[in-house]
């Protein structure tokens, strides 16, 4: 195995078990029903968003610190590598859209580690290049963050995803739970209600605001992506981002989201996005996503 993937051993019986010792390489022709880690290792969204550079080296970080967590019970869990992105950012968005699809197919359950959310429109092409995809089903996507991404600019950026996707495809649904008023122009909530985007703001959203949202938005779809930028958290919990929330979601109510995505048996694929390990004071961030990811994929309900 790769060190990145290494941690304390206190025994190999099942009790012991922790994920650095349970996550192989991944290779074609595994059997179905595992879950499979993917690494998007990507700057350049955030660099032409202006953002604080940084989040290239966010994978690794969260396999770091997820691998030191303990299993409550032995599971099945590959690695699948990382793709890197240099300059060509279409390029690599292709490139992790091509790996999705293929582990959808095979009948996995990815989880991509970013990378700035620029990860977003890569992840949503594995899914619509599935075969999981058929012209029947309603897919959806859940974005837990501060922003709506739905930037018109240019040149495809960590701000754009959103935008790039409702432009391609009028059959996703896109809802986002988080939204930071000052965080987003008028401009964009003008965008947002010509996509007919669903949104629930970071002061309104109290457990049972969110539980409302999320139970509405499940209801209207088949097939979940869930994308969680580490920005919808508040600063003192997620520090180590592009852009940390001066206001944020309390981490109980983001897992209680999850916990509702993961249990409603619709969920085929999730990306955690925009952590930044230079700007990560302890490690908080990494840790808190790690267990949000350990929460997500140990609960898993596959796909019906």
């Not at 003008?190 to 985007?197: E, H, L, N």
């Not at 940390?244 to 085929?268: E, M, N, Y």
């Amino acid at each position: 195995m790769q060190p990145r993937w290494t941690g304390r051993t206190d025994g190999t019986a099942p009790e012991h078990l922790r994920w650095h010792q349970v996550v192989e390489p991944y290779e074609t022709g595994v059997e179905p029903g595992a879950c499979v880690f993917v690494g998007f290792a990507s700057d350049e969204g955030v660099r032409r968003n202006k953002g604080r550079v940084g989040a290239a080296g966010g994978p690794d970080a969260l396999r770091r610190a997820l691998a030191l967590m303990a299993l409550a019970e032995p599971r099945r869990a590959f690695d699948a590598g990382t793709v890197t992105v240099v300059d060509a950012l279409e390029e690599g968005q292709r490139e992790l859209g091509a790996t999705v699809a293929g582990l959808l197919d095979a009948g996995h359950f990815p989880i991509v580690l970013g990378g700035g959310h620029e990860i977003a429109y890569g992840t949503y092409l594995g899914v619509a290049g599935s075969a999981r995809r058929t012209s029947a089903t309603r897919v959806g996507i859940l974005n837990l963050d501060a922003h709506f991404d739905l930037r018109a600019d240019p040149v495809p950026s960590s701000g754009t995803p959103f935008r790039q996707i409702l432009e391609a495809d009028g059959g996703v649904r896109y809802a986002v739970l988080g939204i930071s008023q000052p965080s987003n122009t008028a401009a964009l909530f003008d965008t947002a209600a010509k996509f007919d985007v669903r949104y629930l703001l970071d002061d309104e959203c109290d457990q049972a605001a969110a539980r409302t949202f999320v139970d509405d938005f499940l209801a209207e779809v088949d097939l979940v992506y869930l994308t969680i930028d580490l920005d919808v958290l508040p600063a003192s919990v997620a520090p180590g981002v592009s852009a940390p929330a001066a206001f944020g979601i309390p981490l109980p109510t983001i897992q209680a989201v999850c916990d509702r995505v993961t249990a409603s048996g619709k969920l085929a694929v999730v990306d955690v996005a925009e952590l930044n390990p230079g700007l990560d004071i302890d490690n908080r961030t990494a840790r808190t996503a790690a267990r949000l990811i350990h929460r997500i994929v140990t609960r898993h309900m596959p796909l019906s």
